[in-house]
């Protein structure tokens, strides 16, 4: 019999884990052929996240967590979650219904009878979501896609369910600044996608701000592509090309006739413009380094507090 390990990342779900014990319960019923696992990642919550996580883990013994020490965000509980799985297959899924338990088992039989090593899904809607953030996504996603060669999908979820070698190639993935979409893609392997409607949140809210957002996209702009790096010599040859013209085009109505003081505006314009430029593209650079050097800390992408093993003194 195979077993599934589900991760589930929590950061403050106090309100939506009961709902999602019940709903996974019943799907793990129905899904009788194969053995469960849930491990549940408690990111540094403040609320009763733990509390409920310890009683789930003391009423059913397929109920596993880990707590971090602090907030570490939802990339580093999936990775957590991935190397602790103990399943030939394991999936990843919010906890608040977002991700339908209910298509856990049709996943299951995909990755059973198709030659998939993989199941991930992709929301077909954006419906529930406010209008300048679906804008900005569809940006990002066409953007980014531009730029880099490692396909990232548009309203691709986390929520998805893996073969164990490849989860094992994506532990190998052991960079500090993680980006899961762009490194599921990138280990290759066969994927199929599933599309579904998008669902509104179960209980609780989101945790992602606009703020979030934007930062977890520089991370996987700067993670997937170095093409912004090109933009300063880029940007320097075509500024060479410009002012070479505006010799040429200065020196001939000099020629012709003579040479008034004026044009001082302009200057000061083209001044600044340079000038922004050459900003804009060293702060390329620095969000670049500034990668390079986290990433050459070496620091653990989490550290655990807690755990369901912890108490029988086991080790993880
Ligand atoms: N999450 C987490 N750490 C964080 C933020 C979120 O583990 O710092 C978890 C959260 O508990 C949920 C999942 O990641 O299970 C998705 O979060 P959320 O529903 O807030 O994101 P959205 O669905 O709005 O993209
Ligand atoms: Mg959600």
Not at 33 to 41: D, Q
Not at 43 to 57: F, M
Not at 221 to 229: D, E, H, N
């Amino acid at each position: 019999m195979h077993m599934i390990s589900v991760i589930i990342p929590c950061f403050n779900e106090e309100e939506a884990l009961p709902v999602y014990y019940e709903a996974m319960t019943k799907v793990m019923e129905q899904m009788d052929m194969a053995e469960f696992e849930l491990l549940f990642v408690d990111d540094g919550s403040t609320d009763r996240t733990l509390g409920i996580l310890k009683s789930l883990n003391k009423r059913d013994e397929r109920c596993r967590y880990l707590s971090f020490s602090r907030n570490f965000g939802k990339e580093a509980a999936i990775y957590a979650g991935l190397g602790n799985a103990k399943g030939d297959y394991v999936a990843i899924m919010d906890v608040d219904l977002q991700d339908p338990p209910s298509l856990l088992p049709k996943m299951y039989e995909i990755l059973e009878n198709e030659e998939y090593d993989s199941v991930a899904t992709k929301r077909s809607t954006r419906t529930g979501e406010p209008k300048i953030r679906s804008f900005l996504s569809e940006s990002f996603y066409k953007f980014i896609n531009r730029i880099s060669k490692t396909e990232i999908v548009n309203g691709a979820r986390d929520y998805r369910l893996m073969k164990r070698k490849m989860v094992d190639a994506v532990l190998e993935m052991s960079e500090y600044n993680r980006f899961s979409k762009g490194i599921f893609q990138w280990v290759g392997f066969r994927t199929k996608w599933l599309e579904y409607e998008n669902v509104e949140r179960a209980a609780g809210e989101t945790k992602w701000s606009m703020r979030k957002l934007f930062l977890y996209s520089l991370e996987g702009i700067t993670g997937f592509s170095v093409a912004p790096l090109s933009l300063a010599s880029i940007a320097g040859v075509l500024f060479c090309l410009i002012s070479f013209l505006m010799i040429v085009v200065i020196v001939v109505r000099t020629l012709i006739w003579g040479d008034p003081v004026s044009g001082w505006p302009s200057l000061v314009c083209i001044i600044f413009m340079v000038g922004g430029i050459q900003l804009f593209c060293t702060g390329i650079v620095g969000q670049y380094l500034s990668k390079t050097y986290l990433e050459t800390k070496h620091r653990p992408i989490f550290i655990l507090k807690d755990s369901s093993e912890d108490k029988d003194g086991g080790a993880l």
